[in-house]
């Protein structure tokens, strides 16, 4: 078990020191245009996290990934209460739609791997995943 | 508007990474087209984003920064880096967003691993009932003070008894008996087992007690052994490697 846990930290580690390396090689890959240089970070990291997780070759390039996000996160502060925030919206999502969300995020399962082990219809998982996005974003819609 | 509905959901699964073959190829091909479609795919990954910090834990561990430096230290910057495009003021952020994700992986594998410990435990626990039965039959046969009663036909004056139960893979030897007449002192009663070949293998030195009554469990005993007959000798109280004749009781394997 200790050997797994590491095993995994370390693929976590090595996951983010490629992806701070890319850009450090590249700093071109990332510009204003593409948003919040946080958010498009967390969301490149997180992909290559699956794609490893997946084994799978990257599939899309760095540099065309463009992220548009509402709330600044510059600061400490704004950040946590955007962590309370959408920790809220999970919260008070119904659980199916939070699972399937997890699932689909943290796991990268596809909506079809999910429908295959929860035994429900591709198209709620799709919607569930979709809808519960949204439910993040719309947190933040004054 | 309705194209854009019908792609609505694909996109989701798109920015996640979930859309796979023919429908992947289609949603490509209707994004390079469509700016609508496009300005919600960076929506929906700003939503990733939001998602990321659902899963903020506690500090990453220092040697990912250590390690991160050492490597840039050792790594040219082969790009002229070109004032104006990219924007560094947020790096502190960039690096804590980052490394939080990181510790929210961490987090999860914590939880996983959680989440596991208490289905051992629950393992442990169905185990520890079901020793615990185990522990109760073996002690209600050995126990001092059972009560021991043999039913024979009736009319029938007492008879000393033994009963083995012998499994053979499990080496395993349950011995009972009962109404044995009592033994002067240092004097003892011997089990043997007696091999389909070879010479007998002693089984377990037992004193009846005041009623007779004696057990003998799982006796020290070679592996495997096939079983012909088991019987009981008269032997000092030490035990013997041989019988000593004659044999007392006797009882052949069905």
Redesign the interface.
Known sequence: MTLRVLGDTGAAEDVLQEVFLQLWRNPGAFDSSRGNLGAWLAVIARNRAIDGLRKRRPETDIADVAVSVEPDMAGDAERARAMEKVRGALGTMPAAQRSALEMAYFEGLTHIEIAAKTGEPLGTIKTRIRTGLLALRKTFVA | MSVHEQF??????Y??????GDERVALEKHLAECSAC??E????????????????GPAP?RR?RQ??MD??VR?P???T??TG???????P??A????A??AG??W??NDQ?AQ?VARLENESAGQQAQLQRAREVVETLTATDAMRVTLVAAKTPPQPQGKAIYVRDRSSLIFLASNLPALPRQKAYELWLIPTSGAPIPAGVFKPDAQGSATVINPHLPAGVEAKTFAITVEPEQGSLVPTMPIVMVGAGG
């Open positions: 609505a959901e694909d996109l989701a699964l920015a996640l990474g979930g859309l796979l496009r300005r795919l960076e929506e929906l990954r700003g939503d990733m984003a939001l998602m990321a910090l659902s899963a903020a561990p990912a390690r991160l490597a840039i790594e910057r082969a790009a880096v070109r495009r990219a924007s560094w003021a947020p790096l952020w960039l804590t967003a980052a490394l994700l990181v992986w961490f999860r594998q691993l596991r």
